[in-house]
């Protein structure tokens, strides 16, 4: 069977698109780059956003126009939260998120043939070209804030046991990978599960911290990137994991407004003046850190004054690199339910306004480090003989060579920068 895969959203609806399809190919089956080619796609839907939700919407058209014959199951928080609308595009197979694991095992029962396992031919990448592995270590969110569907989405949280995720780190570096991305809803909340789910439950004392400090002692991963932890998450004694060079100098801190009173209505748990403080310890702790954040603007409420605010504390912030969203009424949650909803005319110029710093930002911070000589996991190619990677504290890196740096991990200097990255040249042999 040859089975096409597609993902929308975030970094953990890709690490749950790998293990498909590593399992798919495990069971003798083939996973395809093309949907015409496909007898089956599956879709990891996301539905953060009502844009999110319409993108999701349209893939699904889009595969049926592709292919009339493919048949397609749809998983992940669309198919969660929207089962019906679902069904009611065509899809044969609709599994929300405590479902989804079982995919590949109800495709086949859906088939109703066997699926006969390959002969064990030693590990490889089964997504081809990639150099960044993300790997699963919790899923769900006890958090409330008032604006979030993914909590009625992915159900509370519950962590993956850790022996099961150093085993698997360990395949993805025997496979080649050079970086390793820890990826959940809510990854600060590793270890704190207020049930067991049904699950043997991890025993008394893990957390996020010691995840990391057994993953780095357990396996030889050359780079490990934490995803986004939650503000209140990051206990500034856990700032001491960063003096293991191989943890990139990376920490993605959502703000989501630098207004107390907006924070106090999105149910956040920190104020500015305490999220100025753990920006401090950080910058303290990892010199040259990319500070990468999510800021709302528009939601329910925000006056104009209010919105001021959120634009001076960002700019204080001097973040590398600034995620903007407009704000998305999403039933269910309990910012749907608020008065004073601000006009999408307001909101749209309101976002025009944070983009344009972050774009400043952003090229505030590559320009420090013009001159400078930095390490880059390179990736893919980005036209004639032009390489791009990233440095370990999030910055895009182009040079120009005629040697293959796929998944090559090489010291280059920087001799420009712009909003979008660095230009560089490369100080090694390779």
Known sequence: MKVYLASLGCKLNWAEIETFARELVARGHQVVSAPEEADWAIVNTCTVTHIAARKSRRLIRHLRRCNSRLRLAVVGCYAEVSPQEVKDLGADLVLGNLDKEKVVEKLLAFEGGEDVPLPHQGSH??????TRAFVKIQDGCDNRCTYCIVTIARGPSRSRRPEEVVAEIKERVAEGYQEIVPTGVNIGAYGRDKSSHGRVPLEEGWSLERLVRTILKQTSVPRLRLSSIEPWDLDPGMLALWEDSRLCRHLHLPLQSGSDTVLRRMGRKYSTAQYAALVEEVHRHIPGVGLTTDVIVGFPGETEEEFSQSLRFVQE??????????????????????????????????????????????RDFHQRFIGQELQVLFENLAGENTWQGLTDNYIRVWVRTERDLHNTIAWVRAFAADEEGLQAILQESV
């Open 317 to 362: 912030m001097a973040f590398s690199r600034v995620h903007v969203f407009r704000y998305s009424r999403r039933a269910g949650t309990a910012a749907a339910r608020m008065k004073d909803q601000v006009p999408p005319s307001v909101i749209q110029e309101r976002s025009a306004r944070m983009l344009a710093l972050a774009r400043r930002l952003a």
């Open 125 to 130: 990448p089964v997504v081809r070209g990639r």
